[in-house]
C-alpha cells in the first residue's frame, strides 16, 4: 500500500509549528500505524544523509518523533489525532492497534498532535501529559500504609461491583478524552478514577476529599468543562462510558453539599 | 566462592529465615530517615512500589523514568495475573509448596532463601493490593476469584481481567502518587539514567538525561536503587514496549556489579507469529489462556499444506486429525506446562514442518471446546478483552477459527547479582524486580513476574536498606559538585559526541534489527557452542560497523529519540555478547536456555547439576576484554533436587 502522509511538525513548544507531507510505499496491510511512522522515519533519515536527495532539494525535518512504548494498547502513551479523530478510525483501539488496513490505499492522511492548551507540545507529536499525574496526585488513590491492610477477604466485594469498578478503572491515561472534547475537558479521565474508586467500600472513607481535590486540580490546570457532548466516550480507546461522568457529578454534589 | 559473592543468607530453618534476617537488620530512625536521600530508577512494579514505600517510611526519593509518566512502565502490559500462597480455594496451596514450584519451574537454578522469601510475602501483596482499590476478579459471593496458571496444579493466580499488570501498577502509581503529594518522593519523568556515580566504591548517583531538553544532570543520593526490569528488547523483536532496555544494568555492571545469568531468557510459547519485516514488536497472548484453550497442529501433513494455502480452515479438520502435541507429550500438565517446556515443544513441531501459517511458524490454540463447555458469556468474561485484542490485530476472530501462536522473547530472568537484602556487588547499589537475578533461576513461571516486582518493592527493599543505609545517616548529602561526578558526566557526554560524529548511512533501527537476527539464530530457543561462537563474532563485528556508519540525527538538546535509541543500541551489543560468553559457558539444558548438546533421547532438556549447579555472575574487565565468570555455588538444603517431570 502507498500514502500521502500529512504530518505537524513542530520544533519545541515555542516553535509555531507546520504542516509536512510525505509519500510512503510498500506497507503492508498489516502493519500497525506505528510501524507505517516507523518506516517514514527509517525513510526520513535515509533522505537526510542521501546527497542525491538532498541535492533534489530533500529539506526534511528529520524523523518525525511521537509517543508510543507497549504497542499493545495498554501503556496509553500513543496518542496521535489521525484524520480529525483521536486514535485514527478505528474505534475503541489506541494508535498502536489501529492498522493499516483500515486506510485506503493512495489515501493523504492528516497526522496531528493532541491539541489542548493543557497538553503542550515538546516537539512533532509529543506532548506534555504531566498534567494528569498532578490531578491524580491530589487524591486519586486509598491512602493505605504498605503493610497495614487486612486480609484481603475481609473485604466483600460483588462480583458486579468489581467489574463496573474494573470498567473504570481500565482508563489508560492517554488523553484521547481530553483532544476529542471541544472544551478540552478531562472530566471522562478524573470520572474513570473516582468512579472506580469510589463503586469500592475500600474507596468510600476519601470519596469526599479525593472527589473535590480532583476536581479542583483540573479546573486550576486549564482543563475545560463538561457539557455533555459525550465525544469523549465515542472516542475513548477502552470505551469507558459517561455513566462515570454521571457518578463523578453525584459524588462531587454530594460532596459539596455535606460541607 | 569469590570474596565478592556474599549472599548473606541468614541460616537456620528456610522458614524462620526472612524473619531472623529482618530482626538483625539495623534500624533508621525517623528522624535520621529525614537525612537520607535514596535515588530509584525505574516505576514498574518494584521501582513505584519501593519509592512510595520508602517515602511512606520518611525517607527522601528521588523516583525517574523514561516515559512522560510512571504509569507507563512495561509492568503495564502484564496481562495474567498475580500468584499469592492464600489457599482461598481450599486447594491444598501453600507458602511451601509456591516455594517448591517456583524453584522448579526455575530448573534449580534459583537460590532457596530468596525464593521462599518471596513466597511467604505473596500474600500480603494481594492483602495490600486489594487495600488499595485494585478491582480483582470476584466470585458471585463476594469472594476473590482465582485461575491456574502454567506449571503449578493449583489455582492460586489473582486477577483483574487481561489487565492485572495494568491495576497492580495503577495501585502502585498511586501509592507513589500519594507520596509525590506528601513530598517524600520526588518524581522525574522523560529522564534517562546515563551512568552511575560511585564515590569511594559506594554508589552516590546517577548521571541522567532529561530526555525533553537533552540536557545531562547529576542527581546525588545516600543509595540507589535500580528497578529498570529486563533486556530482552536485545532481540529486537520481543514482547517487551518499545523502549524497555537493558542499559541501567549494563552501566552498573561497567561500573562493577557483577551480572548474574545474562544467558537465562524466557520465550514466551503463546504470542501472536512474526508477520513480516517491517514488524518491530510481538503481542504476548496471556498464559491465561492455556487454562481453557488447547494448542494443536494437524497430524497430517496434508492438511497443513492446505491450511498454508488457505484452502481449509483449522476448524473443519476433524478431531481425530489433530496432534494435541503438550497433552500427548506431557498427560499430568497438558497445556499448563511450563513456558519453556511448551515453546520448545511447539518448536519441535514447526521444525518438524507442522507450522500452521505460510511462514511454517505457528501452532493452534483452540477454544472451541471451552466455548462448547463453558458458553459464550463465561468466555468472554475471562477472556473478552485478549480475543478482541488478538482480532485487532490479526483480523481474524478466536470465536471462529483458532488463535495462531508462536514462541517469542518475553523475559530476562538473569539480571544484576544481589544479596539476599537486595544489593548488588556495589554498596549502596540495589537492583529489584526484573533487573534482579534471584527469584525465578533458569525459568520463571507465569504471574511470578508481578508477585517478584511488588514483593521487592513493597515488602522487602523498605527493610533491607534500612542496614546498609542505618551507617550513613551521619553521611551529609552527596555533592553533585564532586570530581567523580564530573567524571562521570564527561564520560556521558563523551559517548553522545562520539554518536552524532559517526554520521554514516545506517539507521539505528536497522541495525538494531540485524543484532536481533543473530541472537534469535544463535543465542535464541536452541543454542550450541558453534553457534554461539559465532554469535560473538558477528556481534562484535555488527558492533564496528555501528561505529562505522550509524545515522543519528539531529542534536542533543532536543527532544531526540533516534539518539536515545543509539545509545540503548550500544548497550545491547554488549548484552547480547554477555548473553552468548553465559550461554557458551554453561554446557547443559536447564529453563529457557536449552543447548543442542545436552538433551535426552526423546528430546528433553538434559541438566547437568554435577557442573552447572551455580549462578554464574559476570564481572566487568573493561572494553573489548572477555568478562570473569564467577560462580555462587547453589545448595539446595530443603529441597530435594530433580529432573523436572511434568509428564506424570
Given at each position: 500500500?502507498?500514502?500521502n502522509?500529512?504530518i505537524?511538525?513542530?520544533k519545541?513548544?515555542k516553535?509555531?509549528?507546520?504542516f ?10 498489516d ?7 516507523d ?9 537526510g544523509?542521501?546527497?542525491v536527495?538532498?541535492?533534489k532539494g ?23 489525532y489521525?484524520d ?14 489501529l ?7 493512495g489515501?493523504?492522511?492528516?497526522v ?20 494528569f499525574?498532578?490531578?491524580?496526585q491530589a487524591?486519586?488513590y486509598?491512602?493505605v ?8 477477604n475481609n473485604?466483600?466485594i ?5 467489574e463496573e ?12 478524552c481530553?483532544?476529542t472534547?471541544?472544551?478540552g475537558?478531562a ?7 473516582v ?9 468510600r472513607?476519601?470519596a469526599k ?8 486540580k483540573?479546573?486550576?490546570?486549564g482543563?475545560?468543562?463538561?457539557t455533555?457532548t ?5 472516542e ?5 462510558s ?5 457518578r463523578?457529578?453525584r ?7 455535606s460541607? | 566462592m569469590a570474596d ?7 541460616e ?36 513505584a ?8 517510611l ?5 523516583v ?29 496451596d ?7 514450584d ?10 532457596e ?11 500480603a501483596?494481594?492483602d ?15 469472594y476473590?476469584a482465582n485461575?491456574?496458571?502454567?506449571g ?6 489473582f486477577y ?6 495494568q491495576?497492580?501498577l ?17 518524581s522525574?519523568?522523560r529522564?534517562?539514567?546515563?551512568d ?11 548521571i ?8 545531562l ?5 545516600h ?21 524497555s532496555?537493558g542499559s ?14 545474562p ?18 514488536k ?7 489462556l492455556?487454562?481453557d484453550g488447547?494448542?494443536w497442529?494437524?497430524k ?6 492446505k ?9 473443519q479438520i476433524p ?9 500427548r ?9 511450563p ?12 521444525d ?7 511462514t ?7 477454544f ?28 481474524s476472530?478466536p470465536?471462529e ?9 518475553h523475559y530476562?530472568m538473569?539480571?544484576?547479582?544481589v ?8 554498596p ?21 513476574a508481578?508477585m517478584?516486582?511488588?514483593?521487592d518493592?513493597?515488602f ?7 542496614d ?10 552527596t555533592?553533585?559538585n564532586?570530581?567523580e ?6 564520560e556521558?557526554?563523551a559517548?553522545?559526541?562520539?554518536l ?5 548511512k545506517?539507521t ?9 537476527h ?16 559465532k ?5 562484535k ?10 545515522c543519528?540525527p539531529g ?16 548497550d ?7 548473553m ?6 554453561r ?11 545436552s538433551?535426552?533421547?526423546e528430546?528433553e532438556?538434559?541438566?547437568?547439576d554435577?557442573?552447572?549447579?551455580y ?24 529441597i530435594?533436587v ?7
Amino acid at each position: 500500500m502507498e500514502f500521502n502522509v500529512k504530518i505537524w511538525r513542530q520544533k519545541n513548544a515555542k516553535d509555531k509549528g507546520h504542516f509536512e507531507t510525505y509519500h510512503i510505499a510498500g506497507i503492508e496491510e498489516d502493519a500497525s500505524f506505528l510501524e507505517m511512522l516507523d518506516i517514514l522515519n527509517e525513510q526520513l533519515i535515509r533522505e537526510g544523509v542521501d546527497p542525491v536527495a538532498v541535492e533534489k532539494g530533500c529539506k526534511s525535518s528529520g524523523p518525525v518523533s511521537f509517543d508510543h512504548d507497549c504497542r499493545e494498547g495498554i501503556c496509553g502513551a500513543c496518542s496521535l489525532y489521525i484524520d480529525g479523530r483521536a486514535h485514527g478510525p478505528d474505534d475503541h483501539v489506541t494508535t498502536c492497534q489501529l492498522f493499516m488496513r483500515h486506510f485506503k490505499d493512495g489515501a493523504t492522511i492528516t497526522v496531528e498532535p493532541w491539541r489542548s492548551a493543557a497538553f503542550p507540545v515538546i516537539k512533532d507529536l509529543v506532548v506534555d501529559r504531566g498534567a494528569f499525574d498532578k490531578i491524580l496526585q491530589a487524591g486519586g488513590y486509598i491512602s493505605v500504609r504498605t503493610g497495614s491492610a487486612q486480609d484481603a477477604n475481609n473485604i466483600l466485594i460483588s462480583h458486579d461491583q468489581a467489574e463496573e469498578s474494573m470498567d473504570a478503572a481500565a482508563c489508560v491515561g492517554c488523553g484521547a478524552c481530553v483532544a476529542t472534547c471541544k472544551n478540552g475537558s478531562a472530566m471522562l479521565f478524573v470520572a474513570a478514577r473516582v468512579s472506580s474508586l469510589a463503586i469500592l467500600p475500600q474507596g468510600r472513607l476519601e470519596a469526599k476529599k479525593r472527589v473535590k481535590a480532583m476536581v479542583a486540580k483540573m479546573d486550576e490546570l486549564g482543563f475545560g468543562n463538561c457539557t455533555n457532548t459525550r465525544a469523549c466516550e465515542m472516542e475513548c480507546p477502552k470505551g469507558i462510558s459517561v455513566s462515570h461522568i454521571a457518578r463523578l457529578n453525584r459524588e462531587f454534589l454530594k460532596a459539596k453539599f455535606s460541607d | 566462592m569469590a570474596d565478592k559473592l556474599i549472599s548473606k543468607i541468614p541460616e537456620g530453618p528456610l522458614a524462620e529465615k526472612w524473619t531472623k534476617r529482618k530482626s538483625e537488620i539495623h534500624l533508621v530512625s525517623p528522624n535520621n530517615k529525614r537525612k537520607l536521600e535514596i535515588i530509584v530508577v525505574g516505576t514498574g512494579l518494584g521501582g513505584a512500589s519501593a519509592a512510595a514505600s520508602l517515602g511512606e517510611l520518611g525517607y527522601n526519593v528521588k523516583v525517574f523514568c523514561i516515559s512522560d509518566s510512571p504509569r507507563r512502565a512495561h509492568s503495564i502490559a502484564a496481562q495474567g495475573g498475580i500468584n499469592a500462597a492464600k489457599n482461598y480455594q481450599n486447594d491444598n496451596d501453600s507458602v511451601y509448596r509456591l516455594f517448591y514450584d517456583t524453584i522448579k519451574g526455575g530448573d534449580y537454578r534459583a537460590r532457596e532463601a530468596n525464593v521462599y522469601r518471596l513466597a511467604e510475602v505473596s500474600a500480603a501483596i494481594i492483602d495490600q493490593c486489594v487495600a488499595q482499590g485494585i478491582p480483582f476478579a470476584r466470585e458471585y459471593g463476594g469472594y476473590l476469584a482465582n485461575r491456574s496458571f502454567g506449571g503449578v496444579q493449583v489455582s492460586r493466580t489473582f486477577y483483574a481481567r487481561g489487565q492485572t499488570g495494568q491495576q497492580l501498577l495503577l495501585g502502585a502509581y498511586a501509592a507513589l502518587n500519594r507520596q509525590i503529594a506528601a513530598g517524600t518522593v520526588k518524581s522525574y519523568p522523560r529522564y534517562e539514567m546515563l551512568d552511575l556515580v560511585l564515590i569511594n566504591g559506594e554508589a552516590k548517583g546517577i548521571i541522567a538525561r532529561n530526555l525533553a531538553t537533552g540536557k545531562l544532570e547529576r542527581f546525588g543520593a545516600h543509595a540507589v536503587v535500580i528497578a529498570t526490569g529486563g533486556y530482552g528488547n536485545t532481540y529486537f523483536l520481543s514482547t517487551n514496549a518499545m523502549n524497555s532496555n537493558g542499559s541501567a544494568a549494563l552501566q552498573c555492571y561497567k561500573k562493577g556489579a557483577f551480572f548474574a545469568n545474562p544467558c537465562f531468557a524466557q520465550i514466551h510459547p503463546t504470542c501472536i507469529p512474526v508477520h513480516g519485516d517491517q514488524q518491530c514488536k510481538l503481542t504476548l497472548m496471556s498464559e491465561s489462556l492455556r487454562n481453557d484453550g488447547r494448542i494443536w497442529v494437524p497430524k497430517k501433513m496434508e492438511d497443513v499444506l492446505k491450511l498454508r494455502k488457505h484452502e481449509i480452515k483449522a476448524s473443519q479438520i476433524p478431531e481425530e486429525d489433530r496432534d494435541y502435541y503438550l497433552e500427548r507429550r506431557y498427560p499430568a500438565f497438558g497445556n499448563l506446562v511450563p513456558r519453556d517446556v511448551a515453546s520448545r515443544a511447539a518448536k519441535e513441531r514447526c521444525d518438524a514442518g507442522f507450522g500452521v501459517n505460510e511462514t511454517g511458524m505457528a501452532v493452534f490454540l483452540d477454544f472451541g471446546e471451552a466455548i462448547q463447555r463453558l458458553g459464550h458469556q463465561r468466555v468472554a468474561e475471562r477472556y473478552g478483552n485478549l480475543f478482541d485484542m488478538y482480532e485487532k490485530i490479526t483480523a481474524s476472530s478466536p470465536w471462529e477459527e483458532p488463535m495462531m501462536i508462536y514462541p517469542a522473547i518475553h523475559y530476562t530472568m538473569g539480571g544484576i547479582w544481589v544479596d539476599y537484602d537486595l544489593m548488588t556487588t556495589i554498596p549502596g547499589l540495589y537492583a529489584l524486580g526484573e533487573a534482579n537475578f534471584s527469584d525465578h533461576g533458569g525459568n520463571r513461571l507465569g504471574a511470578s513476574a508481578l508477585m517478584q516486582g511488588l514483593a521487592d518493592g513493597y515488602f522487602v527493599i523498605p527493610i533491607t536498606i534500612g542496614d546498609y543505609l542505618s551507617k550513613k545517616f551521619s553521611e551529609p548529602k552527596t555533592d553533585t559538585n564532586a570530581p567523580e561526578f564530573a567524571a562521570a558526566e564527561k564520560e556521558v557526554q563523551a559517548r553522545i559526541d562520539k554518536l552524532f560524529s559517526i554520521k554514516g548511512k545506517e539507521t539505528v533501527d536497522s541495525i538494531h534489527k540485524q543484532l536481533g537476527h543473530i541472537m534469535w539464530n544463535y543465542v535464541g530457543m536452541a543454542r550450541d557452542e558453534a553457534g554461539l561462537k559465532k554469535a560473538i563474532a558477528e556481534i562484535k563485528e555488527l558492533k564496528a560497523k555501528f561505529y562505522k556508519n550509524v545515522c543519528v540525527p539531529g542534536t542533543q538538546y532536543e527532544f531526540n529519540q533516534e539518539l536515545e535509541k543509539a545509545l540503548r543500541l550500544e548497550d545491547f551489543f554488549e548484552i547480547g555478547e554477555l548473553m552468548a560468553y553465559d550461554a557458551l559457558n554453561r554446557n547443559e539444558s536447564c529453563g529457557g536456555h536449552f543447548r543442542i548438546e545436552s538433551q535426552t533421547e526423546e528430546g528433553e532438556a538434559k541438566r547437568d547439576d554435577a557442573n552447572y549447579m551455580y549462578v554464574a555472575a559476570w564481572e566487568y574487565k573493561g572494553e573489548g576484554v572477555e568478562p570473569e565468570l564467577h560462580k555462587e555455588p547453589l545448595k539446595y538444603e530443603f529441597i530435594e533436587v530433580k529432573t523436572r517431570n511434568y509428564k506424570d
